[in-house]
């Protein structure tokens, strides 16, 4: 989703990386790239300006100086900027003591209300609570029947009567007293922050139903406007935290990242697809770390505890250092992955990803004839993949419908694997706690399998504190271990 | 416990996904070797991925089959009589008359104070034109999300035109920048082309977008609009994805008197354009206007059910007369990339076009829109209609040198 941002920003820093001696101009001419990224990301302008003065001034301060690799220095300055500007805390959920937890969502025409009404409902069932929807957004054609036909499928009930939304917000509250629910999630309609009369009636609902949270739904893609209509909600309602929707198209949500820093109110939640399970809590910092090119750990590892069957996983690990995985272990741990969502998605958080892989854009259906290939292999097969003969090739490539070079491919790639995991395992690779030895980083040639990448930046990861801000942690580019051949 | 896990998924991913991309880079070069043995120009870019497993049009999976109830998916051939909504047909004069009063860009945007003051109200106060001029400049420019580049552009000729003292004054540069991006939108086709086929040959109108942009609801003022022009509509469903999205349109359709079809909630969108166009056919209606899911341009997939709603909407008696995307206001930088890939997944062989136009909506609210003009001066879109609010006569046409004056109004 951050891609491009990101990307942006590596061939920038790429330019003065290593440089013995910077000049102002040479800051300049960084800076001015930088600057061009973030507004084309659309952070909003006076943010970029704020922004760009403090590291203006740091910048020129250290290219004046006579330090060692003023280049290593200037990235770290932009990075940690920009990790300030990004980052902050996780907005955590507090319970009312006194339920129900009432929770506001409001924002313009389109944002994305109704549907994040309804994720947010089903992440606070998932967390063991009960929620009751009201849909208090009695404008829109059918807006209430959305909402009831989304609560069905999370089943969870829905509140909504005819007539006015005030009065409806009101009695939905009573009705989730009465009904026992510990949490109430109210559905206005969308407004725009210049329409005062509008703005009244979203400011009588929360007066009459006293909110615990109220979340500004954003639309990752909204552009500079996103500020001034986040201040006037603010103004109007108390904003706790923002949703950002639709974070899964390629939009840079720079905008709505922006909002942070100018009502100093944090992206509570994002919505990063249609499904209703596609949406999570947001992690600031974590952000960051992806939006700078160094994937989303503690986001991908969390996903992983839930979609991995964790004595299975472990039993895979310890086959892994011995060098005995098998491509049926492969079979099994590939449809573990598959349960964690769509492959893009898992590769964006990923660290250390060449951008070769990440815009490759892989369709979890081209993973098939792998599993197809596999399938149609004999148990001895894929145990010793060495084996496979011209007549086995044959008949694999038949049985799964595929062509012997497909097949002999896999396993001339699965075998150059097996090796490199023999030795990880012998340099005891990735003991937790132990950190990880640079010499694994070693440059292979042989094809795209650049494991040796994983080792180099795996061990750091439990309990690494403060991911991103971390100084030195990564960085651009060169963060990125270079196992992988940046192309063929 | 952690690295366990990122070992194995960084494994399954290098794994399997080398094996897809060196396949995939592979049948690339076969490709493209067989191309060039024959001596047909090459075309990597078009499509170089061979999609094997075949990617099919429609990909339920991937629209989360498991959450709605598995209605079937009806084959186009499927009798659609029963399932159509037929509403009364409601005599045209039975539309609001107050229709006929549109208003113009400049009476809804004169709540808005005028260029004079905000952004340009520095710029024309100080004497002559120096460096805090420029930056005032850019700043309006950028707030607006005309964009970076355009921006540079635009400012790069204007500093041309000050170095050359041809433009001394400040008022003079704010009327040079005025009549520059005038004169960009100037000579653009912006009529909504019906042409009359005959009897049973009804036009089709297709409405896509992004998610939330109010593509339905443009349907909606659009059909009201043509309705009070006298003209017989008929608005399809095409939206089988969203919760209650043919009720919103039904709604629309009641209250203009249009023809209203419908299908399943989450079928198959061509079938649904398909019967709304045989349908109009057959009762010799003049227009259809086809409503379409939300989509972000970035899913493959439903670019590919995009095309072939496209495909299928003229395969019958209909002739697509207008292709329109539909764009927010408020839409930033991202709406750039969103004409760009929708107008090259719907592209045509025959026309070589893919959208024939832009509708701007919610502009009545504190964004600005700019980013149509990127749109329109780089990828030759241009800006049909403009949604100025929520009544149906808020939706007018679009006016370049209104457009451009509101880009500078300070709300």
Redesign the interface.
């Known amino acids: 989703m951050f891609e491009s941002l990101s990307s942006r920003l590596e061939g920038v820093i790429k330019k003065i990386r290593g440089k013995g001696r910077l000049t102002e101009a040479d800051v300049d001419e960084v800076l001015k790239e930088i600057r061009?990224a973030l507004?084309?990301?659309?952070v909003n302008?006076g943010v970029v300006r704020a922004v760009m003065g403090r590291i203006r001034e740091q910048a020129i301060g250290v290219a004046l100086s006579p330090v060692l690799d003023p280049g290593q220095q200037v990235v770290k300055i932009v990075n940690s900027e920009l990790t300030a500007m990004l980052g902050g805390e996780t907005l955590k959920i507090t319970f009312s003591s006194r339920p129900p937890t009432v929770v506001l969502m409001a924002g313009?025409?389109?944002?994305?209300k109704t549907t994040n009404s309804a994720k947010l409902a089903r992440w606070f069932k998932s967390q063991g609570r009960q929620p009751l929807l009201v849909g208090a957004d009695l404008q829109?054609?059918?807006?209430v029947?959305?909402?009831?036909?989304?609560g069905r499928?999370?089943d969870v009930p829905v509140f909504s009567e005819p007539g006015d939304p005030v009065s409806t917000a009101a009695r939905g509250l009573a009705e989730a007293r009465r009904l026992g629910k510990d949490v109430l999630i109210v559905d206005t309609a969308g407004r725009?922050?210049?329409d005062t009369e509008m703005m009244e009636q979203v400011r009588q609902i929360s007066q009459q139903i006293e909110p615990d949270y109220t979340f500004l739904v954003i639309?990752a893609?909204?552009?500079?406007?996103?500020v001034?209509?986040a201040e006037?909600f603010h103004a109007t309602l108390a904003i706790d935290g923002v949703i950002m929707?639709?974070l899964?198209?390629?939009?840079?949500g720079?905008?709505a990242l922006s909002v942070k820093e100018v009502i100093g109110r944090p992206i509570a939640f994002a919505s990063t697809g249609?499904?209703?399970t596609e949406f999570e809590q947001f992690h600031p910092d974590r952000m960051a770390g992806r939006i700078l090119g160094m994937g989303d750990?503690l986001t991908?590892?969390e996903q992983?505890?839930q979609a991995?069957e964790?004595e299975q996983?472990?039993a895979?690990?310890e086959k892994?250092l011995e060098g005995e995985?098998t491509l049926d272990d492969?079979l099994e741990?590939?449809q573990?992955?598959k349960k964690?969502g769509?492959?893009g998605n898992?590769?964006g958080m990923?660290p250390g990803?060449p951008k070769?892989?990440k815009g490759?854009?892989?369709?979890?259906?081209?993973?098939?004839?792998?599993e197809a290939i596999i399938r149609s292999m004999t148990p001895m097969e894929r145990r010793k993949p060495d084996i496979i003969n011209g007549s086995r090739r044959t008949r694999i490539a038949a049985g799964s419908g595929t062509s012997v070079?497909?097949v002999s491919?896999?396993v001339k790639?699965?075998s150059e694997?097996q090796k490199m995991m023999k030795r990880m395992g012998a340099m005891g690779m990735?003991r937790?706690g132990k950190k990880g030895k640079k010499a694994s980083k070693g440059k292979r040639s042989g094809?795209?399998?650049?494991?040796p990448n994983?080792p180099g930046g795996?061990?750091n990861?439990?309990g690494m504190p403060g991911l991103p801000g971390a100084p030195g942690a990564g960085g651009f580019g060169d963060g990125l271990p270079s196992g992988f051949p940046r192309s063929? | 416990?952690?690295?366990?896990?990122?070992?194995?998924?960084?494994?399954?991913?290098?794994?399997?996904?080398?094996?897809?991309?060196?396949?995939?880079?592979?049948s690339t070069e076969l490709n493209q070797e067989r191309t060039s043995e024959i001596v047909r120009p090459p075309r990597p870019a078009v499509d170089p991925r061979p999609q094997?497993?075949a990617?099919g049009v429609l990909?339920p999976?991937?629209?989360?089959p498991d959450?709605?109830e598995p209605e079937v998916v009806e084959p186009e051939v499927v009798e659609p009589e029963p399932r159509l909504v037929e509403p009364e047909i409601v005599e045209p004069q039975l539309v609001e008359p107050e229709v006929v009063e549109r208003p113009t860009f400049r009476s809804r945007m004169s709540k808005a104070r005028s260029a004079l003051t905000g952004a340009f109200l520095g710029i024309r106060t100080r004497d002559g034109i120096t460096a805090d001029t420029w930056d005032d400049l850019e700043?309006a420019l950028?707030?607006?999300?005309v964009?970076?580049r355009v921006t540079d552009e635009l400012l790069a000729g204007l500093r041309a035109r000050v170095a050359s003292k041809e433009i001394a004054t400040p008022d003079a540069l704010l009327d040079a920048l005025r009549t520059e991006m005038t004169g960009r939108l100037e000579g653009a086709d912006r009529v909504l082309h019906l042409v009359d086929g005959g009897t049973g040959s009804p036009n089709v109108w297709l409405f896509v977008g992004?998610?939330?942009?109010?593509k339905t609801?443009t349907i909606g003022k659009v059909g009201a609009l043509q309705r009070g022009e006298g003209r017989s509509v008929l608005m399809a469903a095409g939206d089988t994805?969203?919760?209650?999205?043919a009720?919103?349109l039904?709604?629309?359709a009641e209250r203009s008197g249009s023809e209203f079809v419908r299908g399943a909630e989450g079928g198959d969108p061509s079938s649904v354009i398909f019967d709304g166009v045989e349908r109009a056919a057959a009762r010799d209606i003049d227009l259809v206007l086809a409503d379409t899911a939300g989509r972000?341009?970035?899913k493959?997939?439903l670019m590919d059910e995009l095309r072939k709603v496209r495909r299928v909407a003229a395969k019958g008696a209909g002739r697509v007369t207008e292709v329109l995307l539909v764009i927010?206001?408020?839409?930033?930088?991202?709406?750039l990339?969103?004409a760009r890939q929708f107008g090259e997944a719907l592209v045509t062989d025959d026309t070589g076009i893919g959208l024939t136009g832009v509708v701007l909506t919610?502009l009545?609210?504190?964004?600005?829109g700019?980013?149509v003009f990127a749109i329109e001066t780089e990828l030759g879109i241009p800006v049909k209609l403009v949604g100025l609010g929520e009544t149906i006569g808020d939706l007018v046409p679009f006016d370049p040198a209104q457009f451009v004056d509101a880009l500078f109004a300070e709300?």
Do not use: C
């Open positions: 061009t507004l084309e990301a659309d302008v313009l025409q389109g944002s994305g829109r054609p059918a807006a029947e959305q909402l009831r036909t989304l499928q999370i725009l922050s210049i639309d893609m909204t552009g500079q406007d996103a001034g209509v006037a929707s639709k899964d198209g390629d939009a840079r720079g905008a249609e499904k209703l750990m991908l590892i992983a505890e991995f964790k996983a472990e895979a690990a892994l995985f492969f741990q590939m573990q992955l964690m769509p492959l898992i590769l990923m990803m070769e892989l490759a854009q892989i369709g979890d259906d081209e993973l098939k004839p792998i070079t497909q491919q896999l790639q699965f694997m990735g937790p094809g795209l399998l650049g494991m994983v795996l061990p990861l439990p063929k | 416990m952690e690295w366990i896990y990122l070992a194995l998924i960084a494994l399954v991913l290098v794994f399997g996904i080398g094996v897809v991309v060196v396949n995939r880079r592979r094997p497993g990617t990909e999976d991937l629209r989360e959450l709605r700043e950028l707030r607006a999300d964009g970076v992004v998610n939330g942009v109010g609801t994805f969203r919760a209650a999205a009720e919103q039904a709604t629309w972000l341009h970035t493959t997939n927010d206001a408020t839409t930033g930088q991202n709406g990339t969103q919610k009545d609210g504190s964004a600005k700019g980013i709300s």
